[in-house]
């Protein structure tokens, strides 16, 4: 396979600064802005990482896949010799960064060795666990109540959705039905297909936004990737733990308000293979971590009670759980704080 006079600007469609969000997301905040500043290879002039980035190319293989593949491999080039695998491990080893990232590196060296038959024995790198903190939703409203617009509105869809970044900024108008209150994104991460219900008020957000847009049936409806939606998200998120003095609030990351989705969701419809779907998940043991995160202490609650069913209507739909009637015919609602 050869790549004759073409160059990376027409045979590849990559962006020289995409980070896989997906993943460095995934990382504290400490390690997201080390692997930030690690990592800053020069557009590659190597045909054979070339060739590599082709075939994935022709694999159809997704666009954050080729340009990690890309950012990775021309890092670990710069450091090592490609063609030799212990001078590779040896600088993996010794490289200053998580036993997550070491992972991704072995990984993306590996469709490199795979192309090139090149004989080596990939390094087992086991990421540690981290548990999962939930933000309550006080916090995430004043998250997304702080936030400017357009972010507010991406927020909010992430928040309601469990949507990834990725999959937020993949949206397009043709995958908002505002008549039902649905989103349908592209799935990431090879996931399974799903559609997201909206509340009232995230469908008046968008309406507004579409129509100040002026955005049309084929339009994508946002502009940038998700690199800027990370960004932007933790300068908003630390300018208000700034403003009202609370450190904690920097602790919380984007892909955080997919595990708050995912965690009311199941504490609201105790529903695993429900929760399993609308996560997009593929296999049921990603879902069940949210079984072990919710805390239902009693303070944790807000109750409302109505004898309205208007009133009644109005708590469901802005999230509230019906528990009961009372003999004097009050119903009972409660919402996680």
């Known amino acids: 396979m050869t790549t004759g006079s073409r160059t990376p600007q027409h045979t590849i469609d990559v ?45 159809n293989a997704s666009k954050p896949t080729i340009n990690n593949t890309r950012k990775y491999l021309s890092f670990l080039s710069e450091h090592a010799n490609l063609n030799n695998p212990e001078e590779v491990k040896q600088f993996i080893k010794n490289h200053q960064c998580s036993d997550s990232m070491k992972r991704v590196y072995c990984i993306t060296y ?74 349908s994104p592209e799935t990431a991460k090879n996931g399974n297909p799903r559609t997201g219900k909206i509340s009232l008020k995230l469908k008046e957000m968008l309406t507004e ?3 100040n847009h002026k955005l049309q049936p084929n339009d994508k ?34 892909y955080d308000l997919r595990h708050y989705y995912g965690t009311m969701e199941y504490h609201k419809t105790k529903d695993l293979i429900h929760v ?3 996560m997009g998940h593929k296999v049921i043991t990603t879902t069940m971590i949210y079984m072990h995160i919710l805390n239902e202490e009693a303070d944790e609650w807000t109750c409302k009670a109505t004898n309205n069913t208007k009133d009644a209507t109005t708590l469901v739909e802005s999230g509230f759980e019906y528990i009961a009637t009372t003999p004097d015919g009050l119903m009972l609602f409660r919402k996680r704080k």
């Open 209 to 211: 936004y579409i129509i």
């Open 110 to 183: 590996n469709r490199y060795t795979k192309y090139y038959k090149v004989q080596w024995e990939k390094p087992r790198y086991k990421p540690k666990p981290r548990p999962i903190t939930i933000p309550t939703r006080e916090k995430v409203e004043m998250l997304i109540a702080n936030a400017k617009a357009p972010l507010s509105l991406k927020l909010q869809i992430s928040a309601e959705t469990g949507f990834r970044p990725i999959e937020v900024y993949s949206l397009r108008m043709k995958d908002v039905d505002l008549e039902h209150r649905t989103l």
């Open 221 to 254: 409806l946002f502009k940038g990737n998700p690199s800027n939606y990370g960004n932007r998200y933790q300068r908003s998120r630390n300018a208000l733990a700034e403003k009202l003095h609370d450190p904690t609030i920097k602790t919380i990351r984007l």
């Open 15 to 59: 962006e020289s600064r995409h980070i896989d969000n997906d993943r460095l997301l995934e990382l504290s905040p400490e390690e997201t802005r080390r692997s930030s500043v690690q990592i800053r290879p020069a557009p590659p002039t190597n045909p054979k990482i070339l060739n590599v980035l082709l075939q994935l190319e022709n694999n």
């Open 276 to 278: 399993m779907h609308q």
